[in-house]
Nanobody, 125 residues
Framework: QVQLVESGGGLVQAGGSLRLSCAAS????????MGWFRQAPGSERKFVAA????????RYADSVKGRFTISRDNAKNTVYLQMNLLKPEDTAVYYC??????????????????WGQGTQVTVSS
């Protein structure tokens, strides 16, 4: 029903920037909350950022506040994650997710029903 495709990952030096994109499809997508999560090798999947699609409010994990910015382009059904001042500990596979029911912008993984395939972000020192 909902398909999410991430892009924009890659290799970057510490202190650099990357912009991830998540292109979404689905007839009721505009009502979904959206989020970004990440998972490093051997670690659990963790919340990064979320946005309320209808309201435009955002929330962030403490580890990325002041460095990452989540945004959206309603006309393109696309969610972005601008990542600045990247650190080696930001290295992970980054996943875009959609929450059809919890549309307010949740940090809880069980609230998300749809997930993208993930895109690798590697930050070197």
């Amino acid at each position: 029903q909902v398909q999410l495709v991430e892009s924009g990952g890659g290799l970057v030096q510490a202190g650099g920037s990357l912009r991830l994109s998540c292109a979404a499809s689905g007839r009721t997508f505009s009502s979904y909350g959206m989020g970004w999560f990440r998972q490093a090798p051997g670690s659990e999947r963790k919340f990064v950022a979320a946005i309320n699609w209808s309201g435009g409010s955002t929330r962030y994990a403490d580890s990325v506040k002041g460095r990452f910015t989540i945004s959206r382009d309603n006309a393109k059904n696309t969610v972005y994650l601008q990542m600045n001042l990247l650190k080696p500990e930001d290295t992970a596979v980054y996943y875009c997710a959609a929450a059809p029911v919890y549309s307010g912008g949740s940090a809880s993984i069980p609230h998300y029903a749809y997930w993208g395939q993930g895109t690798q972000v590697t930050v070197s020192s």
